[in-house]
T-cell receptor, first 114, second 113 residues
Framework: KQEVTQIPAALSVPEGENLVLNCSFTDSAIYNLQWFRQDPGKGLTSLLLIQSSQREQTSGRLNASLDKSSGRSTLYIAASQPGDSATYLCAVQYSGAGSYQLTFGKGTKLSVIP | DTAVSQTPKYLVTQMGNDKSIKCEQNLGHDTMYWYKQDSKKFLKIMFSYNNKELIINETVPNRFSPKSPDKAHLNLHINSLELGDSAVYFC????????????FGQGTRLTVV
């Protein structure tokens, strides 16, 4: 059974710092890995999606990497801003029980202090 | 203009009641999901439908029953509500079954008292 772990559970940084969020998964037979952002009272926003054949994806100040063999992904946020404050979720999509499922980690709550 | 919309956003009800949460997507997607986020923020998939056909049915109580009248709608009915059902429920859709993208609704916060 696929398990996804995110470290740290919470992170507080001053504005302008670069930071890294970590995600690990137990079964490397995945189709893709996604990073989401969750804001209080709002739905999840997809940030980056990395196909299983890819190593990284970039969008603006965000860069996500994927190492399938070690079961790890990182989300790098450059020059953090207060607006980046949110909970960041990592999710893997894989084949299970004859269908395709998404499994999420518990998230990292990020606070960027002005 | 909302891609995936859930109603209601908040639902407070007493134990034993029956309630429904509606979900609609206007993206033309084939696949829709229901997720439950518990108090520890862990998201767990409950159901998935592809073109109105149930394809994922995780271990949830029989009191939870999804209904998909058409591929743009996936409603969640919950009978005999219990305190432990309190959580945020997220609906999501994907373009097709094997898609690598998922679009989520804003969630419905259910509180059972």
């Amino acid at each position: 059974k696929q398990e996804v772990t995110q470290i740290p559970a919470a992170l507080s940084v001053p504005e302008g710092e670069n930071l890294v969020l970590n995600c690990s998964f137990t079964d490397s037979a995945i189709y893709n890995l996604q990073w989401f952002r969750q804001d209080p009272g709002k739905g999840l926003t997809s940030l980056l999606l990395i196909q299983s054949s890819q190593r990284e994806q970039t969008s603006g100040r965000l860069n996500a990497s994927l190492d399938k063999s070690s079961g790890r992904s990182t989300l790098y946020i450059a020059a953090s801003q207060p607006g980046d404050s949110a909970t960041y979720l990592c999710a893997v999509q894989y084949s299970g029980a004859g269908s395709y499922q998404l499994t999420f980690g518990k998230g990292t709550k990020l606070s960027v202090i002005p | 203009d909302t891609a995936v919309s859930q109603t209601p956003k908040y639902l407070v009800t007493q134990m034993g009641n029956d309630k429904s949460i509606k979900c609609e997507q206007n993206l033309g997607h084939d696949t829709m999901y229901w997720y439950k986020q518990d108090s520890k923020k862990f998201l767990k998939i409950m159901f998935s439908y592809n073109n109105k056909e149930l394809i994922i049915n995780e271990t949830v109580p029989n009191r939870f029953s999804p209904k998909s009248p058409d591929k743009a709608h996936l409603n969640l009915h919950i009978n005999s509500l219990e305190l432990g059902d309190s959580a945020v429920y997220f609906c999501a859709s994907s373009p097709f079954r094997d898609s690598t993208e998922a679009f989520f609704g804003q969630g419905t916060r259910l509180t059972v008292v």
